[in-house]
């Protein structure tokens, strides 16, 4: 499995669940929101909300199919589970469980509260943990930190952050790295993973620059 991170909860995620590549694209922005979108294509496309911020899915080039609806899709060997999770203000946020060949994954989107217990039921115990962390319309640093400690991922990615020329306002990492605590840390450019490299106790914090 191969991750990019694009800013916000924007992700290229490609895996070979049968035998090509499949690309899910996760929360494509628009440039209204401060920074410049990326050029994007994919095979699927999920967005956890509608609007500037999560729901820029037309821009997304590569005739992909939509997962916008709950339910369970299969889509060339990758298989996805959608499950609505409205945010505090009863906003329309979906959550994603991927399943890709041996590997699982579970993205939040734009949620802003703990997990209740259907989703905890989920997503408990995926490999890959993406979630946000930048507090204001995102999960707070403190609530993000709490989540990983109850679905005790592999890997933890976090995603939402404050950076330079987005105009809404966000907290920065680094209040999430301290409210998780000291975790072995990883920061690269692209993330690469394979079943076997998973961590077999600990947790791993994965920091995935943006591109």
Do not use: W
Not at 134 to 153: F, H, Q, W
């Amino acid at each position: 499995m191969m991750i990019s991170y694009h800013g916000l909860s924007c992700l290229s995620i490609t895996a070979k669940p049968i035998s090509g590549e499949v690309t899910l694209v996760t929360d494509p922005f628009d440039a209204s929101v401060g920074i410049k979108p990326p050029k994007l294509t994919g095979d699927i496309v999920f967005s956890s909300q509608e609007g500037a911020v999560h729901g820029n899915t037309a821009e997304v080039a590569g005739s992909p199919f939509y997962a916008d609806l709950p339910g369970e899709y299969e889509v060339q060997g990758m298989m996805l589970d959608v499950r609505v999770a409205p945010t505090k203000s009863n906003a329309k946020n979906k959550i994603l469980r991927v399943a890709a060949g041996a590997m699982t994954l579970g993205f939040l989107g734009g949620l802003d509260r703990l997990l209740k217990d259907e989703e905890i039921e989920l997503l408990e115990g995926v490999d890959i943990l993406i979630l946000p962390v930048g507090g204001n319309s995102v999960m707070t640093a403190k609530m993000a930190a709490e989540t990983v400690r109850i679905l005790d991922p592999r890997i933890i990615i976090p995603v939402h952050v404050a950076e330079d020329g987005l105009k809404t306002t966000l907290d920065p990492l680094e209040a999430f790295t301290k409210e998780l605590g000291p975790v072995p840390t990883e920061e690269t450019a692209k993330y690469k993973l394979v079943k076997r490299q998973l961590p077999q106790e600990d947790m791993q914090l994965i920091l995935i620059k943006r591109s």
